[in-house]
């Protein structure tokens, strides 16, 4: 089997642009500063891609166990064996570098937020001596204030983006119960448009029905004779009526 054609190669291909993706993205986690928003979102898309990959080598090690019990059914030998091995191995190992790496950098930034929230809080005490405290809790006070002022605000945003959306969504509920009302009222029209044909199409039929009983009515009575005649008659009349019309 071809390494075009083996699944092996496919799957590996597809592993290894996942990889070089990572490294990619774990570059610029590096670059990023600490206890940021971007750098926090970077670490989360790290991890789960680290486990995503660590899946697929566990899964392509378990087809390369499945193929070593007899490697000529897949048309393979022990050489290409240990090679399918080897670039597993490197694959986990890139793989577990940055996992490591990203880990303690988060581990690290918990331990630093930890002290921080420590700091401000031991800040926020109230010290024993009264000259200190005058000192501070205007500053303190301040810090809250402005921290109240500033979730307070972005709380306000938050409903007011989600009122516009709900009346976004509330004109779009609309327009489509409008378009729901439009279809309805259509479709009645059109299916009393097909009542109504339906009734026509039936009277027609009746008085066809009529007329055909009557004809054969006329016709059992007047007999072969009479039908000849009659036939005649309206030959006769048939010229008469194109003489009158295309020679008047």
């Not at 390494?3 to 670059?31: N, R």
């Not at 000192?135 to 989600?162: T, W």
């Not at 027609?204 to 016709?219: A, G, I, P």
Request: hydrophobic share 40%; charged share 30%; aromatic share 6%.
């Amino acid at each position: 089997m071809s390494s075009a054609q083996d699944p092996f190669y496919i799957v590996k291909e597809e592993i290894q642009e996942s990889i070089d993706k990572l490294q990619s993205t774990f570059h610029q986690w590096e670059d990023v500063p600490s206890n940021t928003g971007e750098r926090v979102h970077l670490t989360k898309e790290l991890l789960s891609s680290c486990e995503s990959i660590e899946w697929q080598v566990d899964e392509l090690d378990k087809a390369i166990a499945v193929a070593a019990r007899d490697p000529s059914w897949y048309g393979i030998d022990e050489v290409e064996l240990e090679k399918r091995r080897r670039w597993t191995s490197t694959a986990r190992t890139q793989v577990g570098v940055v996992k490591k790496a990203v880990e303690a950098g988060k581990e690290h930034s918990n331990k630093v937020s930890t002290s921080v929230n420590g700091m401000r809080q031991e800040l926020m005490r109230l010290p024993n001596d009264p000259y200190q405290a005058g000192r501070s809790n205007p500053y303190a006070a301040q810090d809250n204030d402005e921290f109240i002022s500033s979730e307070s605000d972005r709380q306000m945003l938050l409903i007011k983006q989600q009122d516009e959306e709900l009346d976004e969504l509330s004109a779009s509920v609309q327009r489509i119960g409008g378009v729901g009302l439009t279809i309805h009222e259509e479709l009645t029209g059109q299916e009393k448009i097909i009542h109504e044909l339906g009734l026509d199409m039936e009277s027609t039929s009746n008085r066809l029905d009529f007329v055909q009983k009557k004809v054969d009515l006329v016709m059992k009575k007047a007999g072969a004779k009479g039908q000849i005649m009659m036939i005649v008659f309206l030959v006769i009349l048939f010229i008469v009526l194109f003489v009158l019309v295309f020679f008047t």
